[in-house]
């Protein structure tokens, strides 16, 4: 229950003033305006024919997009030390009542949330800034509710999005019963279940809401999946189940295999998410997909609103765009930002050993990636003219 009164309290001194602009456009799948705060990178306004990746952060239920002023201080000092590259970072408005969280999801209760970030707000970005606009520049990441909204669009639109950051989110809905329904019950009084009686009550109506919504079942217009027994109701589950990270990122496996995730979790979390993180490390771990997962000492808010884990949530973005750099450059042996006949002549001398090439060439002209130049290398080379 104190965790529901921090939200609370907390929200309400969300004018604290970040280092961002706020701004705002009409979303055609909401029907109305949607604000959001974006940071540019200090170079933006000089160099006008540059374009940059981009970064998006989804916040957690209970807060909106003026939340976590810390990303934003955490950016532009990594950025301004070089750590991380000038990038574009966009933290859009997720927030909407009653129950303070739309789990960015398509939802008859909640509105189109899903559809808003998906099509509208990059359409948007895309249009309005010079983003790079290619699935491996462009980088999600959120937590608790940002978290999941993070994990489930890079793997349900991976077009969109290769790299995806999620700090304490319910990633993998096998979790959910088991971890949350003993939390819910000591939760619950003899009014059953209501949303105002803790913080698992509150997310529980919040998910509802966006999985399950009964636009006719008055007076809280979601159904549970459990009943008051604390028995699981496997057809409101099964709508639960369609909005599964895991679940659809094992459906989509084939196309998510160049995917890059980080993950982490504090040891303390208030709703065991870590359960849902170890799942979503193993099933990475067995379909070979690269990740990072750390568990750190905390609880569910305190080390991400203070700012600790951006860092490394960050560094694993920056390292994700040297690999797409890296692949983009391939081939490109002189450096002049194409693959032409000039780069064939150059691996053909190095393999003919009639010539040398820089560390940094060797690098580009390992096409195959077996850390060996070959002819393999100046064939893949030669499919590129």
């Excluded at 304490?168 to 329904?181: H, K, M, R, V, W």
């Excluded at 580009?364 to 990636?369: E, T, V, W």
């Amino acid at each position: 229950m104190r965790n529901f009164f921090l939200i609370l309290i907390i929200y309400t001194t969300s004018l604290l003033k970040a280092d961002a602009i706020t701004s705002y456009f009409f979303s055609e799948a909401l029907g109305y305006d949607m604000y959001y705060e974006i940071v540019l990178p200090p170079s933006y306004e000089s160099n006008p024919d540059s374009s940059y990746p981009s970064i998006y952060f989804l916040h957690g239920f209970g807060t909106d997009y003026s939340w976590y002023v810390a990303l934003v201080e955490v950016f532009e000092t990594m950025m301004a030390s070089g750590e991380i590259r000038e990038s574009i970072l966009i933290k859009p408005d997720g927030f909407v009542l009653p129950y303070l969280g739309s789990m960015y999801t398509n939802s008859d209760y909640n509105g189109q949330f899903e559809d808003y970030i998906v099509q509208d707000l990059i359409s948007h970005i895309d249009g309005s800034y010079n983003t790079i606009d290619e699935a491996s520049y462009r980088a999600i990441m959120g937590h608790s509710m940002g978290g999941y909204g993070a994990v489930k669009l890079s793997v349900k639109f991976p077009e969109l999005f290769k790299i995806a950051a999620s700090h304490s989110g319910p990633i993998a809905f096998e979790n959910i019963i088991p971890d949350l329904l003993p939390l819910l019950l000591a939760e619950t009084g003899i009014l059953g279940y209501q949303p105002w009686n803790g913080i698992v009550s509150l997310f529980m109506f919040n998910a509802s809401a966006a999985f399950s919504p009964d636009v006719d079942d008055w007076p809280y217009y979601v159904d549970l999946p459990v009943d008051y027994y604390g028995e699981v109701i496997e057809e409101v589950f099964d709508l639960w189940l369609g909005h599964d990270p895991m679940a659809l990122a094992q459906e989509n496996v084939d196309y998510i295999q160049a995917h890059k995730f980080y993950m982490d979790c504090g040891d303390d979390d208030e709703y065991l998410f870590f359960n849902h993180s170890d799942s979503f490390s193993e099933f990475l771990e067995e379909e070979n997909i690269f990740h990072e997962y750390l568990i750190y000492p905390g609880d569910h808010f305190t080390e991400v609103l203070n700012g600790n884990r951006f860092p490394h949530s960050l560094a694993f973005i920056e390292n994700s765009f040297q690999v797409a750099e890296l692949f983009d450059s391939l081939g490109d042996l002189n450096g002049d930002g194409n693959v032409t006949m000039a780069d064939f002549n150059l691996l053909l001398d190095f393999i003919l050993q009639t010539g040398e090439l820089s560390e940094s060439q060797q690098l580009l002209s390992d096409l195959d990636l077996d850390s060996t130049i070959d002819i393999i290398d100046l064939l893949m080379l030669s499919d590129l003219l």
